[in-house]
């Protein structure tokens, strides 16, 4: 299994990344239930990465760390960035119309959440599910 | 224009998403059962989304919309056949569909509406909100 980036340019692209992002978790032998929780957080970034960002890239990349294997993903664009990164991951805050769940939700479905942003310098937001 | 087909059956409409819906195609989806409901004057909406692999917020928004709007409309709405996976990572992710209606499966979505439809008594009616 390679390492790969996909575009997000469009609502396509976000269905497109579900389907790859389940194609991997698969391939890795996760659960169902993790596989799902994977896909979910995936297609919320890349929604946020879209919506937000004004369009980016995924890098989508399997990490070993010795004893066991995981998916990383990297949603990165180069948007206006997030200026409170407190605020954006509080539940229910949306500087859109939708929920607010989008980057709150995606960390709880997650291992490891890491996100990197600067006003005018665009967002990173890696995500890592382990098997 | 790719659209998600909607079925009359009896006073009721019966929608069954059997595609990964992007975001437009979810909003389509809103707009024409909101326009079906009025027009057929139904009383219910059936939403099957057994062949879903995910509900994302996004997805979740737009059945919780969906079933808002049926209900100023007069028309209740079921959502039926959730996989346990997507109900799992749905709560994690922190949805609860407030105000939306589940079963477990078809049949039981049906005996649903057709329950929620039976004419009311008055002091139902009183006890209503």
Not at chain 1, 4 to 19: A, F, G, H, K, W
Not at chain 2, 44 to 56: Q, T, W
Request: no cysteine; proline share 3%.
């Amino acid at each position: 299994m390679t390492n790969e980036t996909l575009p997000i340019r469009s609502d396509n692209d976000v269905v497109m990344v579900r389907q790859r992002v389940r194609a991997r978790t698969v391939e890795l032998g996760f659960s169902l239930v993790d596989q799902t929780k994977m896909v979910t957080a995936a297609s919320e970034l890349a929604r946020n990465t879209l919506r937000y960002g004004g369009g980016g890239d995924l890098r989508v990349e399997l990490v070993d760390s010795g004893i066991r294997r995981g998916l990383r993903l990297s949603f990165i664009d180069q948007g206006p960035g997030i200026a409170d990164i407190d605020l954006a991951l509080t539940d229910g805050f949306t500087s859109g119309n939708g929920l607010g769940l989008g980057l709150s939700g995606a960390r709880r479905l997650v291992n490891e959440f890491e996100l990197e942003s600067k006003p005018g310098a665009g967002t990173r937001v890696t995500i890592t599910r382990w098997k | 224009m790719e659209r998600i087909p909607i079925l009359r059956m009896g006073d009721s409409l019966l929608v069954t998403i059997q595609v990964d819906m992007h975001d437009r195609l979810a909003m389509t989806l809103q707009d024409d059962l909101t326009t079906a409901i009025s027009r057929n004057r139904s009383k219910g909406v059936l939403i099957d989304i057994s062949a879903l692999e995910i509900v994302d917020s996004f997805i979740g928004r737009v059945l919780a919309n969906i079933a808002a709007m049926s209900r100023v409309l007069d028309a209740e709405t079921v959502v039926v056949g959730m996989q346990p996976a997507v109900a799992i990572t749905l709560v994690e992710l922190g949805l609860s569909l407030p105000g939306v209606r589940t079963a477990l499966n078809v049949e039981r979505g049906i005996a649903m509406l057709s329950a929620l439809s039976t004419p009311v008594m008055p002091e139902n009616l009183l006890d209503d909100e």
